[in-house]
């Protein structure tokens, strides 16, 4: 147990809010009656409150409640607890009243502690609170606000519960007053944070907000309007993994593969609105019209950029956004301005991003602001937008189509919607829907062929696994936490770190040279647009040596024994990524191996250098091929349902492969590949399009993941700001709503 001061006359009390804590028997009572609160969780709370306003390290809470357990038991069994203790106080971990988390430190009890006599007074129960009432206004309609959301709500920085009325227009004395609260998804519902699609939206009008979750491994769409108690699953929506309300919010418009679909909030048939050749985001407009991204195959098969296509109420697709010459782009719309013109979000490449807008007359461009992602126009004469996990606004001019001002941070924190933007969503009224950002530590997990799971024992970090040598002694990773970021060497019988390479950029890979004396890995070092190819011997102190310097980006994936060649992806304008191989040799021009209209990635050899496996979406849906290499002959599909990341073992004969949070394997006989076997499911990182994450051991019997840590509240809230438009015209000056 956790001791009482020296020389206490009597066992220690502490009291915070309406809470007691009794330190020598730990015990935890509200109101003088005690709650069940099992031993482990009691001293994680016992021992936040003795250093109550300061920080606990993870370090502290393992050396002091778990010093002989190795690091992923000591992170399963402190999020356990830390469930525990936020459950039996009511409390939360994105916006918490008592226990704070400090990213990448550890934890912080923040409310007020007193001390307090064992006899001391019982606590009398707080009254109820009084409800916001707005004063009668003619011809307004007010809805109540469920008590579901009530209990949840808290002014900031008064801890005052209130209940709110939420209609179409917000009352006139509360306009500025921002409000905020968090839903919490239900238990075994989880957001898929991390994939391309939009995860969350309110609707236009502000009356529905809906979420894409997981459930085990199936994804659904769920909405309600704000009067009602309960989220209801929209039955069409299985399986989407994009989707957006309507205006009014009576409909979905939801993705599933390559095909867009429309159905209605009360769970109707679905019905088509567009096939396309990539799924790349949709905004449905006030107007009824639906813009669509593509890539450009539907009108030209050997180009790669985006373009979007404007479907009206008769389906006809306009194309909104014609090819500019020399312009390798990805264009994604967010909104239609009040003058016409179509805002858009532009990726040219990892820090090349903007907003534009294009005017609905002759299709001009206007390039609004740079280093910005995933804009929206305010009322107030605002242009938020997401970067680098916050959103910001800035002053904009609607009749001059112009920034006015820089860019002032509101929200931190955000989660990233790909390269569209953040996870956010803004209705007219003023309401802002977010995502919360994961903390993106990872843990380094063994599993076997059965699931079977045994952590690496090293410290969490934004971990992305590169590869294992082929003896399985040493490990390459990728970091991107400063200042720690870069590709690491990690020798797991020795337990210690290289860094290969440093820097920040936002993907890599990385592969051995047969002899192991040298890594293949892809960097941004020399100030490159997207990532470049680079060799780096291990006995060398040096540069890395760049290899085929390409503009668009060469992710290494296999290094072969058989002919010396380096093994790359790259994208480029015509084929989207195809598979190349390159020598080892400064200026080398690469050879193209696959150049399907698809993306071919994780290109990989069978260890007697015959068959080349990799992945593509060429079909409308990843897929796992094969054929022997040099030869003409069309490409084998291994997988069935879908599939990515394919890896050979290192024994030959069996190649494995990912979907959504399972590792599948298909044996080889002879020229002949079985059918595919499932080995495990289990909730695993990756993969990204550039590299497996995931890792063979020598004998192909296990397997080494990258593992979220996951706070228990992480991926399972929604936040939600009312009347955050009257907050931003607050802190951003200088707007202007004109449109003429």
Known sequence: MLPAPDGAPEPRVVRFGVYEFRFDTLTLSKYGLKIKLQEQPSRVLGLLLQNAGQIVTRESLKQELWPDSSFGEFDSGLNTALSKVRSALSDSGLRPTFIERVPRQGYRFIAPVLEASPAGPRLEPLPEPVPFREPAAPNRRLRPMPAGIIAGVFLLGTGVAVGLWVGSRQPAEAANHPVRFSIRLPAGQTLPLGTQGNLVSISTDGTTIGYLAMSGSTAQVFVKRFEEEEFRPVAATVGAVDFQLSPNGREVLFATENRWMRTTVTGGTASPVATVYAQQGALWAADGSIYVQDTEPRLNPLSKETVVYRIGSNARADVMTPRVPSVTEWLYARQVLPNGSLLLSQNAGPRDRSLLAISPRGGGRTLLLHSAMGGFWLPSGHLVYWWDGSLLAAPFSLSEMRVLGPGVPLVAGVAQQSWRGGQASVSSNGTLVYAPAPVGDRNLVWFDRDGNQAPLDVPPAPYTVLGLSRNGKRLLVHRTDAPHAGVWLYDL????????????????????????????????????????????????????????????????????????????????????????????????????????????????????????????????????????????????????????????????????????????????????????????????????????????????????????????????????????????????????????
């Open 493 to 740: 019988a020795e337990r210690t770190w290289r860094r290969l390479a440093a820097g920040v950029w936002s993907s890599s890979s990385a592969v051995w040279s047969p002899d192991e004396q040298s890594v293949a890995f892809t960097a941004s070092l020399q100030g490159e647009g997207f990532e470049n190819l680079y060799v780096r011997p291990l006995n060398s102190t040096g540069t890395p040596e760049r290899i085929a310097p390409s503009p668009y980006g060469q992710f290494a994936t296999f290094w072969s024994e058989r002919d010396g060649l380096i093994y790359t992806e790259s994208d480029k304008p015509g084929t989207h990524i195809d598979v190349r191989r390159i020598r080892n040799v400064a200026g080398a021009a690469p050879e193209d191996l696959v150049t399907s209209t698809g993306d071919d990635s994780h290109a990989s050899v069978s260890p007697d250098g015959r068959w080349l496996t990799w992945a593509s979406n060429g079909s409308g849906r990843p897929e796992v091929y094969a054929r022997l290499l040099g030869s003409p002959a069309p490409p084998i599909r291994l997988s069935r349902n879908g599939g990515s990341a394919p890896l050979w073992s290192p024994k030959g004969a069996e190649v494995f492969y990912r979907t959504r949070n399972a590792l599948w394997s298909v044996r080889v006989a002879g020229d002949r590949f079985l059918e595919p076997q499932k080995l495990f499911e289990a909730e695993l990182a990756g993969p990204r399009v550039w590299n497996h994450e995931y890792a063979v051991n020598a004998d192909g019997t296990r397997f080494l993941f990258a593992k979220e840590v996951r706070d228990p509240d992480d991926y399972r809230r929604i936040q939600v700001v009312l009347n955050w438009t009257g907050e931003v015209a607050r802190l951003v000056s200088g707007g202007s709503s004109r449109t003429r």
